[in-house]
């Protein structure tokens, strides 16, 4: 199936690369746009995959086609399947080298990936929203708008 649209992802967490790679898989033409310098968000933070209710998440995503994102954590795990206070099943990987790996992935799967790209205004035409534009002055046009922009907290939160 060919997807004849242009989606444009609004957040490079995993929740972002996970949807920006399942349009990519279906045929869409995608960009994702990550308001800082690298993928992932708050998924760097502690590098902890399949503990507690992310281990629902994991067989979740892979249940509906982004299993390629959990073997690149589970590749790049120092430690599967330990339990510490307040999590068990735990995976613990590596989190600088899951970062470029995921951002290759996507690429890969023909994804555009705009790092530093923090959306600052929105073009609406027709009553529809058309573009956005980042703070550098480009502007990204799309068919289809995601809105995975996650949280902006402090870590502590995540």
């Not at 199936?1 to 972002?16: D, F, N, Q």
């Not at 954590?73 to 590596?94: M, V």
């Given at each position: 199936?060919?997807?004849?649209?242009?989606?444009?992802?609004a957040g490079?967490?995993w929740?972002?690369?996970?949807?920006?790679y399942?349009?990519?898989?279906?045929g869409?033409?995608?960009?994702l746009a990550?308001?800082?310098?690298?993928?992932?968000?708050?998924?760097?933070?502690?590098?902890?995959?399949?503990?507690?209710?992310?281990?629902?998440?994991?067989?979740?995503?892979?249940?509906?086609?982004?299993?390629?994102?959990l073997?690149?954590?589970d590749?790049?795990?120092r430690h599967?399947?330990?339990?510490?206070?307040?999590?068990?099943?735990a995976?613990?990987y590596?989190?600088?080298?899951?970062?470029?790996?995921?951002?290759?992935?996507?690429?890969q799967?023909g994804?555009?990936?705009?790092?530093?790209?923090?959306?600052v205004?929105?073009?609406?035409?027709?009553?529809?929203?058309?573009?956005v534009?980042?703070a550098?002055?480009?502007?990204?046009?799309?068919?289809?708008?995601?809105?995975a922009?996650?949280?902006?907290?402090?870590m502590?939160?995540?």
């Amino acid at each position: 199936m060919r997807i004849e649209k242009t989606i444009l992802v609004a957040g490079g967490g995993w929740g972002g690369c996970a949807a920006a790679y399942s349009a990519a898989l279906q045929g869409a033409a995608v960009i994702l746009a990550e308001r800082t310098d690298m993928l992932l968000g708050t998924g760097l933070v502690g590098g902890i995959m399949r503990n507690n209710g992310r281990l629902t998440a994991a067989e979740e995503l892979t249940a509906m086609g982004g299993g390629a994102l959990l073997a690149i954590t589970d590749a790049h795990s120092r430690h599967k399947n330990i339990t510490f206070p307040g999590h068990e099943h735990a995976s613990l990987y590596d989190t600088g080298a899951v970062e470029p790996a995921v951002r290759a992935l996507l690429v890969q799967a023909g994804v555009t990936v705009y790092t530093g790209a923090r959306l600052v205004l929105a073009d609406i035409t027709n009553g529809r929203l058309a573009a956005v534009q980042t703070a550098a002055g480009d502007r990204l046009r799309a068919d289809v708008f995601i809105d995975a922009t996650g949280t902006a907290g402090p870590m502590n939160l995540c």
